[in-house]
């Protein structure tokens, strides 16, 4: 696979293994940080060992919190040309096409590499319209204000352990402010490493859209393949306001060594618009439930998921819509993919609360079973308290059915290709939703997984 | 309980209890309810389909008049080959009355070319009347067919507009909607006795709900 190469680093600092206070004091002095964040970082670590770990979803028993290394710093500083990243970190992003993605598609790109944000750039006329993209860290030193403002008021400390965890480690992530009325034609890109073994990346992503603006970012995730296991615990915060519309959209491809276990949350107000649109290939288990708060009048938000689960792999993933507010609409679509034994799980929550009238929400989940060691389940929860709301759900388990692929191999196909044609019309209605080079690099891969097996 | 290989056996209830149900080797069961006492604590009914060519029906009626709770959980467990259950619920809740169903289907691995379905639709009549609904799907084998569906909304404003336009009252036209609500399903009974003895209930009942 394109991905599952290793690079030989030497980092510029690395933290003990292991999480304590001593590691916590240790990345926020390494970082500089004012006061009030070493203070916010402490205490969602004595929130972290007080929480335990769900009793639900996928198999954590494995993960061991005490072997992980919680801090790498790759280089010692962050490079905004392509020129001045180190040469081997240099050489990991372009086997993987990112900057020549950048070039050909992208209004900006971050790449993260370990904890740290390694290249950041943002096109010189969104810079001019007052736009940030950053790494969130270089956000709380160059607008402390801004970021003090909206950081941890969507997805709080308290929220689970991993948001806690979240909370007290985090380094990286985008910091992306879109202002009033700007609108963003070109995605916005960030692409995550996790290079060394028995690492825990954890970075934040803070989105602010600002009233009439809107952007789609786009994130990659890739790593390795080692014989222990990382960890990947992110937090993803946005913010959309009136008539703002958000896409965000996510092509995971961990290795199947990876513990991904992600909190993403986005509020909408008045009109505003919010797309999670979320494809889960990689890691050994991820357990992710993009969710939205539909807050304001008229909000409308979507959730459009796609998972594949292989050997070894549990994809425990989701779907959250909250309708807080009146005639506010949602929509999710969820299809996986189960092979080789993998499982794939759907669990989500519609709910609609007192005084959202007029809201409705649809939920479609689909699975596809393609062989008979696999599993797929389905857990979707709808709590309807408005009596003018309108909810409905529906889910199918099926397999590939023989008159498919008879029909198919009666018109000059193998199995194989007809195999791999019906799982990529499976996943159509989600992969043409990405823009147009991930869709023709996710159709590739489907039909490489398909075809493997 | 325990239904013994091929028989048929069919049972209307009035309430629902804990209960647990082993259905045998091409053996039949068809329950039937309607509820509208409700109840406190959660009610789990578990049904294992443990004989190849079990088969399991369920058509429960709800009707939550006052401030009744209707909390349940109905488990199916699909054990042996060529396994079916056919799941119909229905619920009209009025004032604050609340249904709270979870319906836990699993497919076991050696349990080949079976079918389930489960479908729960509620209609809030009320302001405060509230619907949780969990339909829960595990298939751990590629040659089951499996499908659930579940929706919360009110009386059809549209299908409301319909018949007033044909010259119903609106009062006359809502009747008509929640009782073709719960008709609507009645259809899918194909055991004539059961479905007869059923419509018969609801029709008692029906000066409640239109």
């Given amino acids: ?350 709910r609609i609360q007192r005084g959202a009238v007029g809201s409705a929400s649809r939920v479609v989940c689909n699975a596809l079973l393609l062989d008979d060691d696999s599993i797929s389940d389905t857990y979707p929860l709808s709590d309807v308290k408005e009596q003018t709301a309108a909810v409905a759900h529906e889910a199918s388990v099926a397999r590939i059915r023989d008159d498919q692929l008879f029909y198919l191999t009666s018109r000059g196909l193998s199995e194989d290709e007809a195999a791999s044609a019906i799982v990529n019309g499976f996943a159509s209605p989600i992969v043409k939703k990405l823009p147009m080079e991930y869709a023709l690099e996710l159709n590739r891969l489907l039909a490489m997984e398909v075809s493997a097996q | 309980m325990t239904i013994q290989e091929n028989e048929t056996s069919k049972k209307i209830l009035n309430t629902l209890t804990n209960g647990t149900i082993h259905i045998q080797k091409n053996t039949h069961l068809v329950l039937g309810g309607v509820f509208l006492k409700g109840w406190q604590t959660r009610a789990h009914l578990d049904i294992f389909l443990e004989g190849e060519g079990a088969r399991f029906d369920c058509f429960f009626f709800i009707l939550g008049v006052k401030k009744e709770t209707f909390p349940f959980t109905v488990s199916i467990k699909h054990i042996a080959d060529h396994t079916t259950s056919f799941v119909v619920m229905r619920s009209i809740l009025f004032n604050e009355s609340k249904v709270d169903s979870h319906g836990f289907i699993r497919v076991e691995h050696d349990a080949e070319d079976t079918n389930t379905s489960f479908s729960h639709h509620a209609l809030l009549a009320s302001e405060k009347a509230s619907a949780t609904l969990l339909p829960v799907l595990e298939i751990h084998t590629n040659s089951s067919q499996a499908h659930h569906s579940t929706s919360v909304a009110q009386v059809d404003a549209d299908a409301c507009w319909y018949l007033m336009s044909r010259g119903i009252s609106e009062k006359n036209a809502n009747k008509l909607l929640l009782q073709g609500f719960f008709e609507q399903d009645m259809k899918k009974i194909t055991d004539q006795n059961v479905r007869h003895t059923l419509e018969k209930k609801l029709q008692s009942f029906r000066h409640i709900y239109a």
């Fill in chain 1, 1 to 350: 696979m394109k991905s599952n190469f290793k690079t030989k680093t030497k980092s510029v600092y690395e933290a003990q293994k292991g999480l304590n206070q001593h590691v916590i004091q240790e990345i926020s002095a390494q970082k500089n940080e004012p006061q009030w964040m070493r203070d916010m970082r402490l205490r969602a670590y004595q929130i972290f060992l007080q929480k335990s770990l769900p009793a639900w979803g996928g198999d954590l028993s494995t993960l061991d919190f005490d072997s992980l290394c919680y801090y790498v710093r790759p280089q010692e500083k962050r490079e905004t040309a392509w020129e001045d990243v180190p040469q081997e970190i240099k050489e990991t992003f372009e086997k993987l096409g990112v900057p020549e993605a950048e070039r050909k598609f992208l209004a900006g790109t971050g790449a993260q590499f370990e904890s740290e944000v390694i290249y950041h750039s943002l096109m010189d006329s969104l810079q001019k319209k007052g736009v940030i993209f950053m790494a969130t860290d270089d956000a709380l030193r160059e607008h402390p204000d801004l970021f003090k403002k909206y950081f941890c008021t969507v997805v709080p400390s308290q929220d689970n352990k991993f948001a806690a965890l979240n909370t007290a480690v985090w380094s990286g992530g985008t910091f992306l402010y879109v202002p009033k009325g700007v609108h963003i034609d070109l995605p916005l890109q960030a692409y995550f490493r996790i290079n060394r073994q028995n690492m825990g990346q954890f970075e934040r992503t803070l989105i602010i859209a600002e009233e009439g603006s809107s952007v789609h970012y786009v994130e990659g995730c890739t790593a390795p393949t080692y014989t222990t296991d990382s960890l990947h615990s992110a937090v993803v915060e946005i913010i959309v306001k009136d008539h703002a519309r958000v896409q965000y959209t996510t092509v995971q491809n961990w290795s199947k060594n990876v513990y991904n276990l992600v909190t993403k949350r986005a509020v909408a107000y008045k009109n505003a618009e919010m797309m999670w649109l979320d494809c889960n290939l990689g890691s050994k288990l991820t357990m992710k439930y993009p969710a939205i708060y539909l807050r304001g009048e008229g909000a409308r938000g979507e959730i459009q998921s796609l998972a594949l689960a292989g050997n070894g792999q549990h994809q425990d993933a989701g779907a959250k819509i909250i309708h807080c507010a009146p005639h506010t609409r949602s929509t999710i679509m969820a299809r996986s993919i189960s092979k080789d034994g993998g499982r794939s799980s759907y669990r989500g929550l519609v």
